[in-house]
């Protein structure tokens, strides 16, 4: 089973097994219920998933891919959906598994299982393990959990950290400091993979810490051969995301409702990844959580994603939302819509908050939907949320504005259902906002003054970067890979640190850490951006100043700056960036109009400011960065983050998105800092 084709996500369901008969009972008789209608039975295109709460006289429905019941094990959904999957893998693909869902739904059973049902994970490694066999592949694994937007290395005793690298223009991911570790056996992977089991046979949670909930992911790296120089043929990963929580019902300590508020904003922007590359948009928002940008090159292009959607297997409220959400990425660009009135979660659209505000702590970077005709009540702080609506309504018309016209006349129709929708979200946001700000740490999550407000923030504008499709391999195995064999390495209990350090990146290590020392931030030595300006400015003042005032417009038959018969009368209009003029004296001494001259020059100078600009803020050092205008402490601090992850994350004024500023912003900013130079 394949997603539907023009889909690179699958997106299924897997309802709970009865763990507890008592509480199941009680919820049924209370009335509180969830079915699935297969329309086709197990050949089922698509599958609508019921819930309902008689109390409350709710009803809801959901359109998915497929949902398996209760009493569907995990070996089912593993042969059905998994299997395949590995095939693609060792044809050179990525696969990814992702199981999310509400707290104890279920997810790390259906990724890790149990000593008695073993979970995709576990039969997937077996499935892979015995293919490398056959055909003289090496296994790796990694493993990694990923706590508030941190990424740490599960297999590394001291749980260093684990940076993203992005080469964006070869589509490349680097995971620096992340271990792999070969594997050649099913028990050799239990003991790394599960640390081992307790004694009522259920899994321990790698990590098990109480009250510390987090992302767990493991990749699956399949190498030609037990060659170290060996490139990569595909991986697959599997992540157990932590369980999703409405912010509102549980907000004990301000650390907790931290934590919680990261995790639901991951998952939402999860969600908006694989609904934009379902429904094939031109930008993918990878960038937006640190998951999905891990994730990245095995995301997209013919790489195979799954989406497993853990329900609760009796009405609740968190897993009512994650199938909403669910059945939102489901949509597709050949899913038919067949009737408007039909109530399905599929007939909705998606409202997508900026990549800023996601990133404020406390914010969502919400993908919400709203069933038409029902609207999601909130008793409490209702100015507020009328505002919020209204503010929500204008974000919708702005990202209208940027959907592709097709989808126009059919969203229209839903823009006050949309309001509901975006009420979920905002109130969810404004009891936050309040509760952090009871607790005294709203100042802290607040942005300084200089920059807009989130909300403000968000607009249609706003776009990630472009997706480069790719299968290419986040790394290779390191020249001096040492694998570990059966003479010095017991396959029994695997030494993970000894493993760990024979597999360390030696070269791979050094270079970024070169890279990274060229990037440390020295204080002192900041590019003297004021000075460069004041230059330009100097240069621009001058150049105006000897400009006759008077542009005199040749006629048609003027011998045009490259000696080409000029046929249009000129007009002033931007010129072009190539074009072939060195510096004013080139200019001076060209023969052609004073206005194209001082087009050329002002064109010429607007480029190296931004040169300037960009290159300021890749190498200045934290307090200069602040100097900038539209740049506070929060900024400066990402950009720092952005720039220990990637040598040069800023190429362009584009890429000013990824701090979070709009295209318009990005104009106004450069407009005050030219303006500045006049003062
Ligand atoms: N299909 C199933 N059959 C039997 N028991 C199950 C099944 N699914 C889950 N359970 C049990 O339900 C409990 C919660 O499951 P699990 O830990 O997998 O949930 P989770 O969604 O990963 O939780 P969290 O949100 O805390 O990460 C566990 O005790 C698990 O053994």
């Given at each position: 089973?394949?997603?539907?084709?023009?889909?690179?996500?699958?997106?299924?369901?897997?309802?709970?097994?009865?763990?507890?008969?008592?509480?199941?009972?009680?919820?049924?008789?209370?009335?509180?219920?969830?079915?699935?209608?297969?329309?086709k039975?197990?050949?089922?295109?698509?599958?609508?998933?019921?819930?309902?709460?008689?109390?409350?006289?709710?009803?809801e429905?959901?359109?998915?891919?497929?949902?398996?019941?209760?009493?569907?094990?995990?070996?089912?959904?593993?042969?059905?959906?998994?299997?395949?999957?590995?095939?693609d893998?060792?044809?050179?693909?990525?696969?990814?598994?992702?199981?999310?869902?509400?707290?104890?739904?279920?997810?790390?059973?259906v990724?890790?299982?149990?000593?008695?049902?073993?979970?995709?994970?576990?039969?997937?490694?077996?499935?892979?393990?015995?293919?490398?066999?056959?055909?003289?592949?090496?296994?790796?694994?990694?493993?990694?959990?990923?706590?508030?937007?941190?990424?740490?290395?599960?297999?590394d005793?001291?749980?260093?950290?684990?940076?993203v690298w992005?080469?964006?223009a070869?589509?490349?991911?680097?995971?620096?400091?992340?271990?792999?570790?070969?594997?050649?056996?099913?028990?050799?992977?239990?003991?790394?993979?599960?640390?081992?089991?307790?004694?009522?046979?259920?899994?321990?949670?790698?990590?098990?810490?109480?009250?510390?909930?987090?992302?767990?992911?493991?990749?699956?790296?399949?190498?030609?051969?037990?060659?170290?120089?060996?490139?990569?043929?595909?991986?697959?990963?599997?992540?157990?995301?932590?369980?999703?929580?409405?912010?509102r019902?549980?907000?004990?300590?301000?650390?907790?409702?931290?934590e919680?508020?990261?995790?639901?904003?991951?998952?939402?922007?999860?969600?908006?990844?694989?609904?934009?590359?379902?429904?094939n948009?031109?930008?993918?928002?990878?960038?937006?959580?640190?998951?999905?940008?891990?994730?990245?090159?095995?995301?997209?292009?013919?790489?195979?994603?799954?989406?497993?959607?853990?329900?609760?297997?009796?009405?609740?409220?968190?897993?009512?939302?994650?199938?909403?959400?669910?059945?939102?990425?489901?949509?597709?660009?050949?899913r038919?819509?067949?009737?408007?009135?039909?109530?399905?979660?599929?007939?909705?659209?998606?409202?997508?908050?900026?990549?800023?505000?996601?990133?404020?702590?406390?914010?969502?970077?919400?993908?919400?939907?709203k069933?038409?005709?029902?609207?999601?009540?909130?008793?409490?702080?209702?100015?507020?949320?009328?505002?919020?609506a209204?503010?929500?309504?204008?974000?919708?018309?702005?990202?209208c504005?940027?959907?592709?016209?097709?989808?126009?006349?059919?969203?229209?129709?839903?823009?006050?259902?949309?309001?509901?929708?975006?009420?979920?979200?905002?109130?969810?946001?404004?009891?936050?906002?309040q509760?952090?700000?009871?607790?005294?740490?709203?100042?802290?999550?607040?942005?300084?003054?200089?920059?807009?407000?989130?909300?403000e923030?968000?607009?249609?504008?706003?776009?990630?970067?472009?997706?480069?499709?790719?299968?290419?391999?986040?790394?290779?195995?390191?020249?001096?890979?040492?694998?570990?064999?059966?003479?010095?390495?017991?396959?029994?209990?695997?030494?993970?640190?000894?493993?760990?350090?024979?597999?360390?990146?030696?070269?791979?290590?050094?270079?970024m850490?070169?890279?990274?020392?060229?990037?440390?931030?020295?204080?002192?030595?900041?590019?003297?951006?004021?000075?460069?300006?004041?230059?330009?400015?100097?240069?621009?003042?001058?150049?105006?100043?000897?400009?006759?005032?008077?542009?005199?417009?040749?006629?048609?038959?003027?011998?045009?700056?490259?000696?080409?018969?000029?046929?249009?009368?000129?007009?002033?209009?931007?010129?072009?960036?190539?074009?072939?003029?060195?510096?004013?004296?080139?200019?001076?001494?060209?023969?052609?109009?004073?206005?194209?001259?001082?087009?050329?020059?002002?064109?010429?100078?607007?480029?190296?400011?931004?040169?300037?600009?960009?290159?300021?803020?890749?190498?200045?050092?934290?307090?200069?960065?602040?100097?900038?205008?539209?740049?506070?402490?929060?900024?400066?601090?990402?950009?720092?983050?952005?720039?220990?992850?990637?040598?040069?994350?800023?190429?362009?004024?584009?890429?000013?998105?990824?701090?979070?500023?709009?295209?318009k912003?990005?104009?106004?900013?450069?407009?005050?800092?030219?303006?500045?130079?006049?003062?």
């Amino acid at each position: 089973m394949g997603p539907i084709q023009g889909r690179k996500a699958r997106v299924i369901a897997k309802i709970k097994g009865f763990t507890d008969l008592k509480t199941e009972s009680v919820d049924e008789a209370s009335g509180k219920w969830i079915s699935v209608h297969k329309p086709k039975g197990d050949d089922s295109e698509s599958v609508t998933v019921y819930f309902g709460d008689q109390s409350t006289s709710r009803k809801e429905s959901y359109e998915l891919d497929y949902c398996y019941d209760r009493n569907e094990g995990n070996a089912l959904v593993f042969s059905r959906e998994v299997k395949p999957l590995i095939e693609d893998v060792f044809k050179g693909h990525n696969a990814t598994v992702i199981a999310y869902g509400a707290r104890g739904s279920g997810k790390t059973y259906v990724i890790q299982g149990s000593e008695e049902e073993p979970g995709l994970a576990v039969l997937a490694m077996t499935e892979i393990l015995s293919m490398a066999e056959k055909t003289g592949k090496l296994i790796t694994i990694s493993c990694y959990e990923i706590s508030k937007d941190h990424a740490f290395d599960l297999l590394d005793p001291e749980r260093h950290e684990v940076l993203v690298w992005e080469d964006i223009a070869r589509g490349k991911i680097q995971l620096k400091g992340l271990s792999q570790v070969p594997v050649k056996s099913i028990q050799e992977f239990q003991k790394l993979y599960l640390s081992g089991h307790n004694s009522q046979k259920q899994p321990q949670k790698i990590l098990a810490e109480p009250h510390h909930r987090s992302h767990k992911g493991l990749i699956i790296h399949v190498f030609h051969s037990n060659k170290s120089d060996a490139l990569p043929l595909g991986k697959m990963n599997f992540v157990d995301l932590a369980g999703y929580e409405d912010a509102r019902r549980k907000s004990t300590d301000g650390v907790n409702l931290l934590e919680n508020n990261k995790i639901n904003k991951s998952i939402y922007a999860l969600q908006n990844v694989v609904y934009a590359l379902n429904a094939n948009e031109s930008h993918v928002p990878y960038r937006e959580s640190k998951l999905t940008r891990m994730l990245r090159d095995s995301l997209g292009g013919t790489n195979k994603i799954l989406m497993v959607a853990c329900l609760n297997s009796s009405f609740c409220q968190d897993s009512l939302y994650m199938a909403s959400l669910a059945s939102r990425s489901c949509k597709g660009i050949n899913r038919v819509i067949p009737d408007s009135t039909k109530k399905t979660k599929s007939m909705v659209r998606p409202m997508v908050l900026s990549s800023y505000k996601s990133r404020i702590p406390g914010s969502h970077s919400a993908t919400v939907t709203k069933q038409i005709g029902t609207r999601v009540r909130f008793p409490e702080n209702k100015a507020n949320v009328k505002a919020s609506a209204i503010k929500g309504r204008k974000l919708f018309d702005e990202a209208c504005h940027s959907t592709k016209s097709k989808k126009a006349s059919q969203e229209e129709n839903l823009s006050l259902d949309i309001v509901s929708a975006i009420e979920h979200n905002i109130q969810e946001e404004l009891s936050f906002m309040q509760e952090k700000y009871s607790s005294g740490i709203l100042e802290a999550l607040v942005p300084p003054v200089e920059e807009p407000s989130p909300l403000e923030a968000v607009s249609a504008e706003e776009t990630d970067v472009p997706v480069k499709a790719s299968n290419t391999q986040e790394t290779k195995l390191p020249d001096k890979v040492v694998v570990a064999n059966k003479h010095n390495h017991d396959e029994a209990t695997p030494n993970i640190d000894s493993n760990v350090k024979a597999l360390s990146f030696v070269g791979a290590d050094q270079a970024m850490d070169k890279e990274n020392n060229f990037l440390l931030v020295n204080e002192n030595e900041s590019p003297p951006i004021s000075a460069r300006l004041q230059e330009l400015s100097n240069n621009l003042k001058l150049l105006v100043s000897s400009t006759p005032s008077c542009v005199e417009i040749p006629s048609k038959t003027d011998v045009s700056l490259y000696g080409q018969v000029s046929t249009e009368i000129l007009e002033p209009k931007t010129p072009e960036p190539s074009l072939p003029v060195n510096d004013k004296w080139e200019i001076a001494n060209t023969n052609c109009s004073p206005w194209k001259a001082l087009s050329a020059y002002s064109s010429r100078m607007k480029n190296s400011l931004v040169d300037e600009y960009i290159r300021f803020l890749n190498t200045a050092s934290k307090e200069d960065l602040k100097r900038l205008k539209g740049i506070g402490e929060k900024r400066a601090t990402y950009i720092l983050e952005l720039r220990k992850e990637s040598p040069e994350p800023f190429k362009n004024l584009d890429d000013l998105k990824e701090i979070g500023l709009s295209a318009k912003q990005i104009k106004g900013i450069m407009r005050k800092e030219i303006g500045g130079l006049f003062n």
